[in-house]
């Protein structure tokens, strides 16, 4: 049954499609040698292959219909311009802003952004500089070799993913470690390797208020406190943050805060000031080519047409396999084991910029959102889940990331070749007939089948450069944007993320031995019990 939101014309025709394209199975569809070309679209950098998709390559085009016909293409050119396009905040959303031509202007409010986008970041890029070269050293004297990077969520999901993807061009002047978790083992493991004298911590909350990262911070100053003393410890403090005087109250100095503003979401901000921690890893340099790769994705998502808009089509298969397919899940398959955080990345920002159940005008939605993200490095996934995609009965599309140039001999070709294998398995499956002409017992005929007609989408990176992870990055987060829009939620708020945190506050004190707060309910304070020992 179609939702309220799909009963347009444009919609009704895909409708129609998905019933034409049902009919006809993966294995005959890829027997097409037209269809790969017809179906692979440009993104900066990447390459978008979607012919193992469940579809035909008029879907594509269809898909790009029902987009212009549901406002999306016009509204991300609004984003891009700096239009207020978070209603519930009244904000803009410019994450675009933060890698787009400093010679362009964009207003929000009747104000150019860009030049103090490119204050901030030559800022924090000499301030880094000033680190890695030893001309800032710590309290001792010593240069810092150690950089710890405290966030939680945004402030730590997409740097540390991209740090990590990035291994082969960190510059190698210092080492940088992230911390987000406040189980204490998190923050422990990393202090116990490093000396307080040539180590500087580096603390990201927007407001200066997150609890985790507070706690962290605490715990993290108390250790270089003791080390170091009150008047050294400014040498080994540094924050990213918009809450300048209580920084400055925790003893980081004026010319070590940098701050970015309210139109940058905090999953969609690793190409501000947030991401110091990569411009540790990688430098100056480094980050310029991350965000130059960002860039060209930024400006196909805005400028390509649609059916040619490799960010967009990504986007709206979200809407096609949960709107017409009834799909719950998003596999993430990242074929290079330096993208292993990719999955973990990709769960925040596509979960809590799509995981909403009202529209941007606060009417309940009907219609399935944002799907549930999940994933693994292949080839560890191959022997861990990949079974249940090939015969459990969840239909999941898989989106597969490949790397053309990875280094390692057999190693490095037997990975491509799995990466190969598995979106032609899925595809194709493993029919009775071929078992049997091979040979195979009868009784295990059943058991050996695979349907095929998984769905998959290959996207490859020419590399792990900065430029090409910022790409891959990018496109993420046009897809995000683009299926939300789609759907008639706002991808750019997250309340659900706040209640949470309320509550946590509220039973802090009960948790060290106070009382349970007016309201409580009684599960919560039986688990209070529990966990003071009692019965």
Known sequence: MAHERFQ????EALRQHQHDV?????????????????????????TVDFSRMLGQPRTLDLLADLAVSLGVPSQVRAMATGAVVNPTEGRAALHTALRADPG??????DEDVMPEVRQTAEAVSEYVESVTSGRRPGASGDAISDVVVIGIGGSDLGPRMVAAATRAHHTG???VHFVANVDPAELDTVLATLRPATTLVVVISKTFSTVETLANAAAARAWLLDAVGADGISHHLCAVTTAVDAAAEFGIPA???????DWVGGRFSLSSAVGIGIEFAVGRAGVQAMRAGMRAVDDA??????ERNAGLLLGMLDVWYGEYFGTATKAVIPYAQDLALLPSHLQ????????????TEGRPVSWPTSPIVWGAPGTNGQHAFFQLLHQGTHLVPVDLIGVRSIQGGERADLLQATLLAQAAALALGRTEASLRESGTPEPLIPHKVMPGDRPSTLIWAPDLSPYSVGAL?????????AAGLAWGINPFDQWGVERGKELASDLLPAVTGGPAPPGTDESTVASLRHLRGGA
């Open 8 to 11: 347009t014309p444009p919609a």
């Open 22 to 46: 049902s009919a006809v199975h993966l294995r005959d569809a890829l027997a097409d040698p037209a269809r790969p070309a017809a179906m692979t679209r440009a993104a900066g950098p990447l």
């Open 104 to 109: 362009h202007p964009i207003m929000v409010a």
């Open 173 to 175: 002047l210092v080492r």
């Open 255 to 261: 010319d070590a805060v940098f701050g970015f503003r």
């Open 301 to 306: 998502f805005v400028s390509d047409p649609p």
């Open 348 to 359: 925040q920002l596509q979960m809590e910029s799509n995981g909403k159940s009202v529209t």
């Open 473 to 481: 990055v990018a496109l993420y987060e046009s897809a995000t944007v």
